[in-house]
């Protein structure tokens, strides 16, 4: 009993920086249900299971998601243990604004920003959408490019080039579908997909560099 109060004081913080967020989140979903007169179960079940369609459904898209997700985490890990230190202070910046543009695209994935969101509900037309997370990915190029051509940038360059050939799809895809019908999602998707593999290949690549050379500095 001793150890476990000994615990709930040590981890009092810790708790209540996990489950008050957590519980405000809920609480909001519940106000949302109401107002837009919608069940409770839309907003937590399983979309294949509230769809009654096949589970496999997105798969491809669900896989990318948790590619994203582990990019970004892998950025943000690195970003808490380097940013202590003098020598690596910019690669660490570099991480922290890896980390949250990654975080960014994984919402415009996730919830389909870019696709129905901003062009839908907010007015904002996808091509505008599209040229802001270009433009926040050239000024991260321009701002870090120290610290990118110290590292194996290949891979992001493969990474940027398949983003690249997906948005291109994306953009006209009218015209592609018109030429190719259907088959117009395996190169518009499936570009995107090898891009964000590309894409946590070279921060999971980078990072473990980074870590691995400060851990030398260290024993030394």
């Known amino acids: 009993m001793d150890q476990i109060v000994s615990q709930i004081r040590k ?16 609480l909001a979903m519940v106000i949302v249900c109401t107002q837009m007169d919608i069940p409770f179960s839309f907003l937590t079940c399983d979309p294949a299971s509230v ?10 898209s669900n896989i990318g998601i948790l590619l994203w997700t582990a990019a970004a985490v892998v950025c943000l890990f690195c970003w808490a243990l380097l940013r202590n230190n ?10 922290l604004f890896s980390g949250i543009m990654t975080m960014i695209l994984l919402l415009d994935d996730l919830f389909l920003l870019h696709e129905e969101i901003f062009p839908c509900q907010l007015g904002i037309p996808q091509k505008f959408v599209l040229l802001g997370y270009m433009g926040l990915t050239l000024c991260g190029l321009v701002v870090f490019r120290k ?3 110290g590292t194996d ?3 992001l360059l493969i990474a940027l080039g398949f983003f690249g050939l997906s948005v291109f799809v994306d953009v006209f895809d009218h ?12 190169f518009e998707d499936g570009f995107k997909f090898l891009a964000i593999v590309s894409w946590l290949g070279y ?3 980078s990072c473990f560099t980074a870590i691995s050379s400060l851990s030398k ?3 030394a």
């Open 203 to 205: 921060f999971w690549r």
């Open 153 to 155: 940038y290949l891979l």
């Open 51 to 60: 769809a009654k369609i096949h589970p496999f459904t997105g798969m491809v």
């Open 11 to 26: 981890l009092i913080k810790p708790m209540t920086a996990l489950y008050l967020p957590s519980g405000l989140f809920l």
């Open 86 to 95: 003098p020598d690596m202070r910019r690669l660490s910046t570099f991480m």
């Open 217 to 219: 500095k260290q024993a």
């Open 147 to 149: 610290s990118i051509l």
């Open 175 to 186: 015209e592609i579908d018109a030429l190719i019908g259907d088959w117009r999602y395996l």
